[in-house]
């Protein structure tokens, strides 16, 4: 093979393989924490594109309105919870809400795309908790496999929700970076430096959040023993809501990313989150840089694959799947069956 | 008149789906008192301390902690009953020193900023676990687990401290360490329920014990007094009576 050509392949396999790493992260957060398997991150990663596209062109994206409907919901429900879970409720779900949708509808005209690009995270971060708060908290007891039935439910009111809210079309989220580089021969797309650049950044990023702070600490801890967890005063309400509130952000940066790479529709991130899923799987559903290992192998193959085989590029990074089930099944011998 | 007990129960039922295991158990704990709660396997000691805590359902009866009837887990934690369970429940996959820090997340809330001074309070009692202190809690042994677990309530400054079987599965001379520490903390005027199946090293440091079998309370009575009790000597203490 042309060497260049290789090189091409090997950056956009990196590029991909780098956002299915965030959404492998995403993935484990919320597992980790609360045993979730968060199908929809995929869901909200589209969501994250698309608004960021709408305010883009100028519309205000109908994702904000979602959010605020949620929010007034979870706004009436915390006044049953004391004076003082309200107070606290209605500077998150009434103030922030209200500040993002006045913002949203004054600067959706400019049109500025870092702008449109914050606004985005702004509006799809909040779904996390608020999807935790009224579709799993309620369930937060139950097996691990009546919650990824819940997860694929909820992936399916999001997908149709994203078809009413973007239509059947794709779209693009304006690039960070329209620059190019060149070294040598190769050239270096300045919007692929900004999704390693975020992905790099968004792991020192948890890497000192976990490692250095007590709620990071104490997201760990719930991952570690729940009970302890709530023998110290750990409310597993609030470590669920940060969990989520991660993954979603991290699903909508994602979007925003890759959104700039390639148009996306409504119904595209479940593909992409499923590739988050198969990095996440190759490192046990526990392992951050086995799943970065397996994140950005999924992202080299699929590129490599799409030149050689482009017909059979699906199917040979799922197929990737079988040996790495096959070893994990095999190393971890009898407590294969806990869950 | 006196002032009530810093833990008081009354008719306690509670149990695990349609199995009930307390069938109506009252104790109470004093201000400042050290209080046994003793018995065989089974008889539903953890079950009675996972009730107060909230961490099972109470099913009838009261719980009264602080002259207010007991709320959920968390408002038992942020209310300072602080529970060390069997399993010691220590995050494995985390350094000693962050247990530790996350035992004083309680008292972070309240606004205590200390967390350096009140591990060194915890290490002055266990220096083992200042030697660890980097150690990840999962390579500890059995003895110094115990320890970590205990000292993780301790970063919490319990008001009343619920200990459930503290001694188990560990070497005799690690029992002695810990009943050692057990004792120094009721000197100080610390509050503790003790759940224990070595029942002499329990009603040795105690003040006051129960004797639960079946879910029921059987005997109780200053510890002293129980420790001389023919049928408690006979059943548990593992000596005949003389005078048969």
Redesign the interface.
């Given at each position: 093979m042309d060497p260049f050509i290789f090189f091409a392949l090997l950056q956009d396999g990196i590029t991909t393989g780098a956002i299915y790493l965030l959404l492998a992260i995403g993935l484990l957060i919320v597992f980790s924490a609360t045993r979730v398997i968060f199908v929809p991150q995929g869901d909200l990663l589209a969501f994250g594109a698309l608004t960021a596209a709408g305010l883009q062109s100028g519309h205000v994206p109908a994702t904000l309105w979602l959010l605020d409907g949620l929010s007034a919901a979870a706004l009436l429900a915390s006044l049953t919870g004391g004076v003082r879970a309200a107070g606290r409720a209605l500077l998150v779900w009434g103030v922030y809400p209200a500040v993002v949708s006045l913002a949203s509808v004054w600067l959706a005209r400019r049109e500025i795309p870092a702008v449109s690009i914050l606004l985005a995270l702004a509006i799809v971060t909040p779904m996390g908790p608020l999807i935790w708060r009224f579709a799993y908290r309620p369930m937060a007891d139950a097996s691990v496999l009546a919650l990824l039935i819940l997860s694929m439910a909820l992936h399916f009111v999001l997908i149709g929700l994203g078809l009413v809210f973007f239509g059947p079309e794709e779209a693009s989220v304006p690039a960070l970076s329209t620059a190019n580089f060149t070294i040598g021969a190769l050239d270096i797309s300045g919007q692929s430096l900004c999704v390693l650049g975020a992905a790099v950044a968004l792991v020192v990023g948890l890497g000192w959040f976990f490692g250095a702070t007590?709620q990071g600490?104490?997201l760990?801890?719930a991952a570690?023993?729940p009970?302890?967890?709530?023998?110290?005063?750990?409310?597993a309400g609030a470590t669920g809501s940060l969990a989520f509130g991660l993954a979603a952000f991290i699903a909508a940066l994602a979007g925003v990313l890759i959104g700039a790479l390639t148009p996306l529709s409504y119904d595209a991130g479940f593909e992409i989150g499923l590739k988050g899923f198969v990095a996440a799987i190759m490192g046990g559903l526990v392992s951050y840089p086995m799943a970065a290992a397996g994140a950005l192998l999924v992202g080299v193959l699929e590129s490599l694959g799409s030149f050689w085989a482009s017909a059979y590029r699906e199917v040979i990074v799922f197929t990737l799947l079988i040996p790495v089930l096959l070893w994990l099944s095999l190393r971890r011998g009898s407590d294969e069956d806990r869950a | 008149m006196t002032t009530p007990p810093l833990l008081a129960l009354d008719g306690l039922r509670a149990g695990y789906g349609r199995v009930e295991v307390l069938h109506g158990v009252s104790l109470t704990v004093p201000e400042g008192r050290m209080v046994a709660m003793v018995g065989p396997n089974g008889a539903g000691k953890s079950t009675l301390m996972s009730a107060v805590m909230g961490l099972l359902p109470r099913r009838g009866g009261t719980v009264r902690y602080r002259d207010a009837p007991a709320g959920s887990t968390g408002q038992m934690v942020a209310a300072g009953a602080l529970l060390v369970p069997e399993s010691r429940a220590l995050f494995t996959d985390m350094s000693v020193e962050d247990n530790l820090l996350l035992g004083f997340l309680r008292r972070r809330r309240a606004g205590e900023r200390d967390v350096r001074g009140a591990m060194a309070e915890v290490f002055a009692i266990f220096p083992r676990l200042a030697e660890r202190r980097r150690q990840l809690a999962g390579t500890l042994s059995g003895g110094e687990r115990q320890m970590l677990a205990l000292g993780r309530a301790l970063m919490g400054g319990p008001r009343l401290l619920l200990l459930d079987e503290p001694s188990l599965g560990l070497a005799p001379l690690i029992v002695r360490e810990i009943f050692r520490v057990l004792a120094e903390l009721r000197g100080r005027g610390l509050s503790i329920l003790l759940v224990e199946q070595n029942v002499r090293a329990a009603l040795q440091i105690s003040d006051y014990g129960y004797v639960l079998e079946l879910g029921q309370v059987v005997a109780e009575g200053p510890s002293a007094t129980l420790a001389a009790d023919p049928r408690v000597v006979e059943t548990y203490l593992g000596q005949r009576r003389r005078d048969v």
């Open positions: 007590v600490k104490a760990r801890a570690s023993d009970l302890g967890a709530r023998l110290v005063g750990i409310d | -």
